[in-house]
């Protein structure tokens, strides 16, 4: 099946060195550069948009994961596909024509991801599912790094794991080398790593979840 990928967020790396950490994770190993976008309205938290991405873009040739955490994130859709994103994905909460900007964002060419919050269950999926390359699922609330893992998100995997076997399934909030492991066993492949990665070595770090994903 789907080979399991490292996303370090860079919520938690040092923003006043941002490309010199974005260097960092590529060099450790990262397949994923997980870019949180938050915009003070869909959660309680402000980050940075398309201009710095599109800075550090410069960096690498690691595929952008961007995880936009805002309100009708249809109107920005253009912007980050103009700031060098691969993938990008929406809440389904955050949008009342998830449909539509599924079809927007691949009409650019781009992947297309949908999130979903804690409390949302995945039958939101159901008439989207094969318009998508891959489920977001959120195991902390979002808008903050460096929460615990809620495990009732496991069962949700597992579900969107037997709705669409071959689809890509992130996992995001709270993993680490203590966690991993009960998401790939429900059938997740793709993990972001904020806290645990940045706040130790990130080679030793991004190695140690691989190691413990098997
Ligand atoms: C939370 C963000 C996450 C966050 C994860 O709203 O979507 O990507 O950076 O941080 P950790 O891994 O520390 O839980
Ligand atoms: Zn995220």
Redesign the pocket.
């Known amino acids: 099946t789907n080979g399991i990928k490292i996303a370090p967020?860079i919520?938690?790396s040092d923003f006043s060195k941002l490309g010199e950490e974005v260097v960092a994770i590529d060099k450790a190993g990262a397949d994923y550069v997980?870019i949180?976008v938050m915009d003070g309205q869909f959660?309680p938290n402000l980050t940075f948009g398309p201009p710095v991405i599109k800075c550090i873009r410069k960096c690498t040739n690691l595929m952008f994961d961007v995880?936009l955490?805002i309100d009708r994130p249809e109107r920005y859709i253009e912007d980050f596909v103009k700031a060098g994103a691969d993938i990008i994905v929406v809440h389904s909460e955050s949008t009342i024509h998830l449909h539509r900007v599924i079809q927007q964002i691949k009409s650019f060419g781009v992947k297309a991801g949908v999130s979903l919050n804690p409390s949302t269950p995945e039958e939101v999926l159901k008439y989207i599912i094969n318009d998508i390359d891959m489920v977001l699922v959120?195991s902390?609330n979002?808008?903050?790094?460096?929460?615990k893992f809620i495990p009732a998100v496991v069962e949700k995997i597992k579900a969107i794991k037997k709705m669409r076997a071959d689809i890509d399934i992130e996992v995001?909030?709270?993993?680490t080398d203590e966690t991993i492991k009960i998401c790939v066993d429900a059938g997740a492949n793709v993990f972001?790593?904020?806290?645990?990665v940045f706040s130790g070595d990130y080679k030793e770090r991004i190695n140690l979840l691989k190691l413990k994903a098997k």
């Open positions: 967020s919520l938690s997980h949180d959660v995880h955490m959120m902390v979002p808008g903050f790094g460096g929460q995001d909030g709270g993993v972001v790593a904020g806290s645990y």
